[in-house]
């Protein structure tokens, strides 16, 4: 079974502040998904990485993924109360074996103005 | 507009009711699934449809009957549920079952408070 390990759990921050966030596995995974759920809506798809060391820009949010394909950290730079929600990762499995995605628990992101 | 339309967006109903989700999307995709995301828990997969055959069904209680008419439309019907069933249910769609990469487009939801 692959498990997606989310850390910190919750996270309250003033606006303006730096956090990084974490995702890690004992599996490998094909790709790593990153998606941010709002109260009351569905996650929506941040980014996708694939390639082992890889690192995407979105505007203020860096993310990477491990040279092995295990984990991945999003980076949040200056923090803002819009960046509020629940962080999920989601590993594509190698080979396309079970061809599911997994999800990991989540990150809920509070940011104060 | 995320593409993929879930009704009702609240829904409360008895122990004894028999009530159903709806899930209709546009974007073209061919594999759809039904999730479940309770508080404090990792989203639960319940059932996957490709190409309106159920390829998955994730030991889930008989009381959750899916239906998919078409590849458009997936339904989760409803019936003597409890109220540990209470949850946020999810609709999702991607464009193909064995490609995983260009991530799930997800519904808003649907909030289920079984009383």
């Not at chain 1, 094909?30 to 569905?42: A, C, D, K, V």
């Not at chain 2, 594999?31 to 449809?49: I, R």
């Not at chain 2, 008419?69 to 540990?84: A, D, R």
Request: charged letters at 15%; proline letters at 5%; hydrophobic letters at 35%.
């Amino acid at each position: 079974t692959q498990l997606l390990e989310q850390s910190p759990q919750f996270l309250s921050i003033q606006e303006g502040e730096n956090l990084t966030v974490y995702c890690n596995s004992s599996s490998v995974f094909s790709s790593l998904q990153w998606y941010r759920q709002e109260p009351g809506e569905g996650p929506v798809l941040l980014v996708t990485v694939v390639t082992g060391g890889e690192v995407k820009k979105l505007k203020r949010l860096t993310f990477q993924f491990g040279d092995a394909r295990k984990d991945s950290s999003l980076h949040i730079t200056a923090a803002q109360p819009g960046d509020t929600g629940l962080y999920l990762c989601a590993g594509g499995p190698l080979r396309n074996a079970g061809n599911m995605l997994t999800f990991g628990g989540g990150t809920r992101l509070m940011v104060k103005p | 507009e995320t593409g993929v339309t879930q009704t009702p967006r609240h829904l409360v109903m008895g122990m004894t009711n028999k009530k159903s989700l709806k899930c209709e999307q546009h974007l073209g995709h061919n594999a759809m699934y039904w999730y479940k995301q309770s508080a404090k828990k990792p989203l639960e997969l319940m059932f996957v449809y490709s190409l309106e055959e159920r390829v998955e069904n994730n030991s889930v209680p008989s009381r959750f009957s899916p239906e998919c008419p078409n590849s458009s439309h997936l339904f989760l019907h409803l019936h003597t549920l409890q109220p540990e069933d209470s949850a946020l249910y999810l609709c999702a769609s991607s464009q193909a079952l064995y490609v995983v990469d260009y991530g799930y487009t997800f519904g808003s939801g649907t909030r289920l408070t079984v009383v």
